[in-house]
Each structure stands twice: as structure tokens, then as C-alpha cells.
């Protein structure tokens, strides 16, 4: 067992978790559309915030400006989360030259972040490739010491930013790149209402379910942790709720 | 249902099988926008604009200065010439009053409908109209993405065009719906991915009756009604009873098919699972614990959700075998009872 973890900022979550995550690890948060995946995430690091710690979110579903009109209402100070841009422009389907995602970007603060959507310029657009990615964060995790990460969403990642052939490959080397970082990142996952098992579980430390079934009643969300090496942890399917401050988990 | 409508700017999906009053909402969206004297435009790439014209005449709403992108494909030309054109280049834009009748495809050009040509098409639209009369287009509705998905995107690219598309919609600042069906609910379709928002109605026989009904499935930045409504459709378009409720026993559930329990769940399984909370329900009866079976129960049905069919039946097996060594009157044999744990029920 070890001892001193990091908490995930829902206290249910972390009872679930037999006390939070180990840290430096890699972890995935997978569930259908609508599910709470981003919720959950920001909640984790708004709880780094609260501690004084440097965090990065790397958008790449989302464009930031949205996302923080979206997280507005739970009124965490999500001022302090740093936030990369990392959706794809508009492609231009001309050869001319793209403008890879490069290492001069910098995260700004949510705080910077305006409330329009960042526009694709009309001579070069910024493309977001697996590669440009890693080679980025490697150098901003030197650079700003983050203690927790937020990848949402993987899904997106494979989709947009990956060559078919590669996909496998690239995955597998990016975890890697994330395990050597030694940052808790937590990588959300797009898993299809058939629920299908998504591939980045099987080389992740953990992988935390959600689900979302609609019964007469309405949508019932439920939780569960289907997998955390290093660590036991509670084995059911909680409830969980999302409330206007934030998500509670049920853990009994 | 959505807390007093949609959060502006952003793109939506309208799904639900044919036939489920897609069109008719998303043209109610619009219409409410020419209510407002708000710039919108109609893409249409499924209907030809003459037959959108004639199908919604039926509700009497003001459609003359609706702008009509028409991008449905031409007839095809079977030919292996690579004298296909873009349809960028033939932009086709009109109020709905000036739609006549199906345009007839050009003897030597034919136009193929890409997802890229598209997007050129709706671009320049969208900067001439800006130009024109100094005013954005707030309302775009896209009818539907499945017909651009199906004819027009073939290769593996597809996933990044759409994200293009996608993102090129986000980037006009205009609120857009988009039509689409959700064809395999095993897959992730990027539209519904990256959509801020996903708005599902379905249809089913009831009897000899249609039954509509609408439900939000997601919408990012904003908490909604999650229970299904009931809709109907009338002469003057498509109503929803916000307080209604709509009741999911199994005929309509497995009428929705996919939509709500997977296509895998085997009746068999859910009987059986019937079946053994009945079970429990004597065991329960005869003074036994039986909150460690409820637990094991409803672990069983979350796995029918996931389509672990096999783990669940197995797990049901196991649970109703130790409940029929309960139910075996043997009074002189007390029954250990389980380990305390806590109950959770759903």
C-alpha cells in the first residue's frame, strides 16, 4: 500500500479509491457521451489548485473559452488551472505548409482566457499532431513542475491527431511518455454507449468507469474503478450525482 | 427541457431514427429564428429544396426569406473521367419563395457533394451575406450529416474532416443544428463527440399509434431535464409536454431498441434476473439478509449494460444456486448469515 496519495477532490471518489490516486501515475477516467468525464477531471485539478499546485489542462475536445463558461456554474477557482489549447484549426485541405502545434506555445490561465473562440488565421492554421503534443508537454513539464494533468480527451487525440496505421504505436508511447513524466495525469476516454473497452485502459494505471443508464426516472449515473494497480479499492458500482457543486459520489 | 433553450454559438446534434421529426425541429429552430428577424440559413443535403418547400408548406410557418443552401448531390455521371467539380463553384443560395422545382443535373458537369466543398460553399455564403448586409448568419442548420457521411466520405479521413467541420461551424459563432442518425451506437460518431450538445427523439408503435418522444443526451455548460417527454406532431409542428411522462416497460424499451438498454440484452438474461429478485424478495420474506444478493443483482444488470452478457448470466446463476439453498426448508441447519456489508441499491 502507499501511503501518501493524492486526493481526487470528491471525497466518495477518494473513499472508492481507499484514500486517492498514487501519485505520478497515469490514470484513465472512461465513460459515454455526457457522462461527467470533464466534470470529474476539472474537479481533480481544481483540488490541486486548493493546494497550491500547478496544474495543466489540455484541451482538445473543447475549445477553452467554452470550457470555461461550462465550468462557471460549480464557482470553483478555476483561475489558477492552466489551460492548453490544443484543438485543431480548420484544416486546410490545399498542400500548402501546416503549422504543427509547435513548442513555442504557451498554456494561458484560465483567467486569460477570452470569452470568443480563437479564430483559425488565414495564412497558416495549427494542426495538433501526437508528436508535436509530447514533444510540448515534455517541455512544459519541465519547465512549469506540473503535479497533475488533465488529457480530455484521449479520444479526440486518437481521432484528430493520429495516423490510422500509428494509432497503436503512438498511444503505447505516449503513455509511456507520461509514466516517465511521474505527473498524475488523469486521460479521459470516449467509450460508445455499447460501452466498448477502450484500448489506452489496458497500459493505464487505473482506469475509473462512469456510466450513464435512463431508466423512467431520468439518467442515473453510477461509478466504479475497474482497475488500480498498486493499490486495493472498493469493488462496487456507486451512484453518483452531479450537483451545482460539482460531483458527489455515493460510496456507502 | 433545456433550461430555457440552447447556450448560443455553439453546435448541435438532432438525432433519432428516419421519420422521428428531425427535420421538423430543426426547421422550428429555425423558424423561430426568422420569428426574430435573425439571419439563418438552411443547408440541405439530403432534400432537394422543392421538396423541403412542399413538406413543410403543411405547417404554414414564413419560410420566404429562408436562406437555402442547396448542396444535394447530381445525379451521378458514371464515367472514369475526373470531371467532377467542386460544388464551391457553383454556389446555390436562395430565399425558400424562389425555390421552384428540383434542380436538374448539368449534362456535362455533374457536382459531387464533399464535406470540404461544404464547408467552401457555406464560407462564402457566409462572408458575402456579411457583406451584403453587414449581419451573421445566427441560426445554420445542417440537414443531415448522415447523407454527407454516407455519399459523400469515403477513407479514413473522415473523422478529421468532420472535426474541420466542426470546428469551422464553431468558428462562424453561429448557433448550428445538425441532423444526423445515429447508425451504429457501437461506434463514436465524431459529430456526436464533438457536438456541445445532443438532442434525441425516437418513435415507437404503441398499438396501432405513433409515439413520439424527445430526450437530451448531453449538453455541455448547462443542466437539463433528463427524463424523456413526450412529443407530438401537429399542424403547426412539433409540441413537447414538458410534465409528461413517457412510461419505459419493455415493449417501448426494446421498441427504442439500443437507445436505452444494449441490442445485446437477451430477454433471457433480464428474466432471469426477474426472476431472481423475486427470489430474493421470499428470501427476504423467510428473514434472510439478502442486501449482499440486491448488490450482487444489480452488479449483474450494470453488467448487462455493458454488454458482459456471459459475466452476468454466470453471475445471476451463482446467486440464484445460493438463494435456492436458502429457500430449501431445512429449518435445522440455521443459515450463516452473509458478511455484513452494506446494502446499495439502485
Not at chain 1, 497515469?26 to 499546485?53: C, H, W
Not at chain 1, 484543438?87 to 485541405?93: L, P, T, Y
Not at chain 2, 443560395?93 to 456535362?108: H, K, T, W
Amino acid at each position: 500500500m502507499i501511503s501518501n496519495k493524492q486526493s481526487t477532490g470528491i471525497r466518495g471518489l477518494d473513499k472508492m479509491l481507499h484514500g486517492g490516486l498514487v501519485p505520478g501515475r497515469a490514470y484513465i477516467v472512461s465513460g459515454p457521451p455526457g457522462a461527467g468525464k470533464t466534470i470529474l477531471s476539472s474537479q481533480f485539478l481544481v483540488d490541486g489548485v486548493e493546494g497550491g499546485e500547478k496544474v495543466l489542462f489540455v484541451a482538445l475536445e473543447e475549445p477553452p473559452n467554452e470550457l470555461k463558461y461550462n465550468l462557471r456554474v460549480f464557482g470553483w477557482p478555476i483561475d489558477g488551472i492552466e489551460v492548453l489549447d490544443a484543438n485543431s484549426d480548420i484544416r486546410r485541405f490545399e498542400p500548402t505548409p501546416i503549422l504543427e502545434i509547435s513548442t513555442e506555445e504557451e498554456p494561458a490561465r484560465f483567467s486569460q482566457i477570452r470569452d470568443e473562440i480563437r479564430k483559425t488565421p488565414d495564412v497558416e492554421s495549427h494542426e495538433v499532431s501526437i508528436h508535436s503534443l509530447q514533444q510540448l508537454l515534455k517541455t512544459l513539464f519541465i519547465k512549469r513542475g506540473y503535479t497533475r494533468v488533465v488529457i480530455d480527451s484521449m479520444t479526440a487525440l486518437r481521432y484528430f491527431c493520429m495516423k490510422d496505421f500509428e494509432e497503436n504505436i503512438s498511444t503505447q508511447s505516449f503513455m509511456r511518455f507520461l509514466a516517465e513524466s511521474k505527473v498524475t495525469t488523469l486521460l479521459t476516454v470516449e467509450t460508445s454507449e455499447a460501452m466498448e473497452m477502450a484500448p489506452e485502459a489496458f497500459l493505464a494505471r487505473g482506469e475509473i468507469r462512469l456510466y450513464r443508464v435512463r431508466d423512467e426516472s431520468g439518467i442515473k449515473r453510477f461509478i466504479s474503478i475497474e482497475k488500480y494497480k498498486g493499490s486495493t479499492h472498493d469493488e462496487s458500482i456507486r451512484p453518483f450525482d452531479i450537483t451545482p457543486k460539482g460531483i458527489v459520489v455515493h460510496a456507502g | 427541457m433545456l433550461r430555457g433553450g440552447l447556450i448560443p454559438r455553439r453546435p448541435y446534434i438532432i438525432s433519432g431514427a428516419s421519420g422521428t421529426g428531425k427535420t421538423i425541429l430543426a426547421m422550428q429552430f429555425i423558424v423561430e429564428g426568422l420569428k426574430r428577424d435573425e439571419p439563418c440559413m438552411w443547408v440541405s443535403l439530403d432534400e432537394p429544396p422543392n421538396e423541403l418547400k412542399a413538406n413543410m408548406a403543411t405547417f404554414g410557418w414564413h419560410l420566404d426569406h429562408l436562406k437555402i443552401l442547396d448542396a444535394t448531390p447530381d445525379i451521378r455521371m458514371h464515367k472514369r473521367t475526373k470531371s467532377v467539380i467542386d460544388v464551391g463553384t457553383t454556389l446555390d443560395v436562395r430565399d425558400m419563395e424562389e425555390v421552384r422545382d428540383i434542380r436538374v443535373s448539368q449534362q456535362l458537369r455533374s457536382m459531387e457533394v464533399s464535406i470540404h466543398s461544404v464547408q467552401k460553399m457555406l464560407k462564402q455564403e457566409f462572408f458575402q451575406h456579411l457583406e451584403r448586409t453587414k449581419e451573421t448568419y445566427q441560426r445554420i442548420a445542417i440537414d443531415s450529416m448522415t447523407a454527407l457521411k454516407m455519399f459523400s466520405m469515403v477513407g479514413i479521413d473522415s473523422r478529421i474532416m468532420i472535426q474541420s467541420f466542426m470546428r469551422f461551424l464553431s468558428e462562424l459563432e453561429a448557433t448550428c443544428v445538425i441532423v444526423s442518425e445515429h447508425l451504429d451506437t457501437s461506434n463514436i460518431e465524431t459529430e456526436f463527440f464533438l457536438a456541445r450538445g445532443e438532442i434525441r427523439l425516437h418513435k415507437w408503435l404503441d398499438g396501432s399509434s405513433i409515439r413520439r418522444a424527445v430526450s437530451i443526451e448531453k449538453m455541455r455548460g448547462s443542466g437539463f431535464d433528463d427524463k424523456m417527454r413526450p412529443m407530438t406532431v401537429g399542424p403547426n409542428g412539433a409540441t413537447v409536454d414538458p410534465a409528461g411522462k413517457v412510461p419505459l416497460n419493455t415493449t417501448v424499451v426494446h421498441a427504442l431498441g439500443s437507445q436505452f438498454l444494449e441490442r445485446r440484452v437477451a430477454e433471457q438474461a433480464t428474466g432471469s434476473i426477474e426472476k431472481a429478485f423475486e427470489m430474493a424478495e421470499q428470501c427476504r420474506r423467510l428473514g434472510h439478509d439478502v442486501s449482499r444478493i440486491e448488490m450482487d443483482l444489480t452488479r449483474a444488470m450494470l453488467m448487462i449494460q455493458r454488454g458482459e452478457l456471459n459475466d452476468a448470466t454466470d453471475m445471476v446463476e451463482k446467486v440464484k444456486q445460493g438463494m435456492e439453498l436458502l429457500l430449501k426448508p431445512k429449518p435445522e441447519a440455521p443459515v450463516p448469515p452473509p458478511p455484513p456489508e452494506e446494502a446499495h441499491g439502485i
